[in-house]
């Protein structure tokens, strides 16, 4: 025979039981809510697979340079004048190590977009800051054995034997590409 004790106690523990799994449906619930809110904030798998990123130039004023990263690399965005646009583009292509016109390595005059890794042994070239030292072609110098770059990117001197490289990239409005 069953006594009052033992009823009780299988009452508590029948409440217990009913109660631990009403609370674990509801966390898995509302696990399941948030989730699709949390993966729409992520970008999506083939943006991550591809390495796309944006990137804003509305801040980089007309002769100044910055250097932002993509896929671990240095990307150098020039914001190039008048006067270096006309130096890039006066040059005689048969003088050239790597020969490529200018208007081949950009989309528009104004923005020139490259990888910032010297094509030689692969250090990052100088000429991002003012302050730089530019070489001899007022682009970028590589000091590691002395590469010097026009203001298109175009080794013109030293070791390196290629130009810097041009990232595929494409204009999404005035002041904002996306690279990838
Ligand atoms: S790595 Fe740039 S010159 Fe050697």
Not at 61 to 74: A, N, V
Not at 135 to 156: E, L
Request: charged share 30%.
């Amino acid at each position: 025979m069953i006594n009052k004790n033992k009823i009780f106690k299988l009452k508590k523990d029948r409440r217990s039981f009913l109660k631990l799994t009403t609370t674990s449906m509801a966390t898995i619930g509302s696990a399941f809510a948030v989730w699709p809110f949390i993966d729409s904030m992520n970008p999506s798998a083939d943006v991550l697979a591809l390495g796309i990123k944006e990137f804003d130039l509305s801040n980089i004023e007309e002769g100044f340079s910055k250097t932002f990263k993509w896929r671990g690399k240095p990307i150098f965005i020039k914001h190039r004048t008048k006067q270096e646009i006309n130096e890039a583009r006066k040059v005689n292509l048969s003088k050239l190590k790597d020969p490529q016109k200018d208007e081949d390595r950009v989309i528009k005059p104004e923005w020139l977009i490259v990888v910032g890794v010297c094509s030689h042994l692969g250090c990052i070239p100088l000429g991002q800051k003012k302050s730089d030292t530019r070489g001899d072609f007022n682009g970028w110098f590589c000091p590691c054995h002395g590469s010097h770059y026009d203001t298109s990117g175009r080794v013109r001197k030293g070791p390196a034997p290629k130009n810097l490289k041009v990232p595929k990239y494409k204009f999404i409005n005035e002041n904002k590409i996306k690279i990838g």
